[in-house]
């Protein structure tokens, strides 16, 4: 292997994140890369504070670590070749003996729909060795699936902890529930947490495939439920498979409205139901859309889960729903479409038309949607150009990010990118620029160069350090 070449996840590792939502894994990095690593981190935490998002930029060998192979194999197996960085990043220090609470990371404000695919990741990074008694992060497997919190102990048996020596990190599902656990030695202890996010929609497996079925790993680590259905057909989505379980069982009338009234139940049990109707034809689709308009906004949301994996029957059931009063469930019916991807092209003009709908969350998810689509094209980029002006901030930085996604195909949108690069906000800004990125053309790259050499950022330049050497 080059020294620069991905290592790509085995089909056993895949089979693992995907059942539990994430992976302990280490780079080789010497010690003495990590001691310097954290003598660089002492010293910006005691001298400037936490630098926030110019982590990177402050800790120039802190780049190595997303080169390594192991990483940059990790993420390519996980959310493809082009995938992104997200330019929020953040150390964690953690000296307290008190145990921090559960909970997920938030989208930056914006309430989106959790996606059981891997379309968003994050990395924990722990540069120095990390016992237990440091206080590691701890991760509750499989939880990336749920919207509420189905554990209930603090304690829970099943937590997996990121320890392991320096170099160790956790690659999760950025849904997942996590916290950080009680540091008992009182000692410094680093995290250091990147997103990422992926440009991409699968087309086949990017990860080093041998075996082209699903089956359970032998390493399952779930404290609460096993989803068969949901894996299988994750695994299949990762291999460019939409709607792999459509019409895989028989539409019997007693199951459909025994699975229909589990939508009320226990959430892992209810998913569980969702994904079953999904592959149940006609009628389980339609006792799904049934769901999928209850006022019970758990129901509603589940329902939609399994109407986004259940194949072309869906899209006009899906469709319709566009035009209801309540925007949670129109909210709900735009992320299944937009799971469809081209099943659902048939959505896009009334997506179009959602643009102008006053409620910021129904515009954000439309935005995201537009991303999964090409067709047609050019109505596409044009209106996720206009998104780029939205009141919205997150309207203006899910554009950008879906603009990515279409890459040279949206060079139309390049005029309105460079305004996106004076935007009030710092998201906003750095997408735009990642945009340019990934559309790539000469256009894109000649505006992005001219931003990227009015901003540029001197690393070594601090209050102590102003200008020489």
């Not at 656990?181 to 992926?198: A, I």
């Not at 080093?208 to 680590?221: F, G, I, S, V, Y």
């Not at 990515?404 to 800004?429: F, K």
Request: one cysteine or more; charged letters at 20%.
């Amino acid at each position: 292997m080059q020294e620069n070449t991905p290592l790509l996840l085995t089909d056993e590792q895949m089979r693992e994140f995907i059942t539990n939502g994430c992976l302990i894994l280490k780079t080789d990095f010497s010690n003495e890369f990590h001691s310097n690593l954290l003598e660089q981190l002492n010293t910006v935490y005691a001298e400037e504070g936490n630098p926030g998002n110019n982590l990177l930029p402050r800790i120039r060998e802190l780049q190595k670590v997303f080169d390594h192979p192991v990483v940059t194999g990790a993420l390519t197996s996980v959310l493809g070749q082009n995938y992104m960085m997200h330019a929020h990043r953040h150390g964690h220090f953690n000296a307290s003996a008190t145990a921090g609470g559960w909970h997920k990371d938030s989208y930056w404000g914006y309430d989106r729909m959790r996606n059981h695919h891997p379309n968003w990741a994050m990395i924990m990074y722990f540069p120095q060795d990390t016992p237990v008694e440091l206080g590691p992060t701890g991760v509750m497997p499989g939880t990336q699936n749920y919207q509420t919190r189905t554990f209930e102990s603090s304690e829970h048996e099943g937590e997996v902890l990121a320890s392991g020596e320096a170099g160790t990190f956790a690659l999760i599902h950025y849904d997942i529930w996590h916290r950080s656990t009680p540091n008992v030695l009182g000692q410094p202890r680093y995290m250091l947490k990147f997103e990422f996010m992926r440009t991409e929609l699968p087309q086949a497996p990017s990860w080093n495939n041998q075996e082209a079925a699903w089956r359970k790993p032998a390493n399952l680590h779930l404290p609460i439920a096993e989803h068969d259905l949901m894996w299988e057909e994750t695994w299949n989505w990762l291999s460019g498979k939409v709607g792999s379980l459509a019409g895989t069982a028989a539409s019997d009338p007693d199951q459909i409205k025994e699975l229909a009234a589990k939508l009320e139940g226990f959430e892992p049990l209810a998913i569980n139901a969702a994904y079953d109707l999904a592959r149940r034809g006609q009628q389980g689709v339609d006792a799904l859309l049934e769901g999928l308009t209850s006022e019970n906004s758990q129901v509603s949301r589940i329902s939609a889960y399994g109407l986004s994996v259940a194949g072309s029957e869906a899209v006009n059931g899906l469709i319709a729903a566009l035009h209801h009063e309540n925007i949670e469930i129109v909210t709900h019916a735009v992320f299944a479409l937009g799971e469809l991807r081209g099943l659902a092209a048939g959505a896009v003009p009334t997506f179009i038309k959602l643009l102008e709908h006053p409620a910021d969350r129904v515009r954000c998810a439309v935005v995201d949607a537009l991303g999964f689509m090409d067709t047609p094209l050019n109505d596409i980029v044009s209106s996720l150009g206009r998104c780029l002006q939205d009141e919205n901030a997150q309207v203006r930085f899910m554009a950008s990010l879906s603009l990515s996604r279409l890459g040279s195909q949206a060079e139309a949108a390049v005029p309105q990118l460079e305004i996106a690069l004076d935007d009030e906000n710092r998201y906003v800004r750095a997408h735009a620029a990642e945009s340019l990125h990934y559309i790539g053309t000469e256009r894109a790259k000649n505006t992005l160069i001219k931003f990227l050499l009015n901003s540029r950022w001197c690393p070594t330049t601090t209050k102590t350090n102003a200008f020489y050497p």
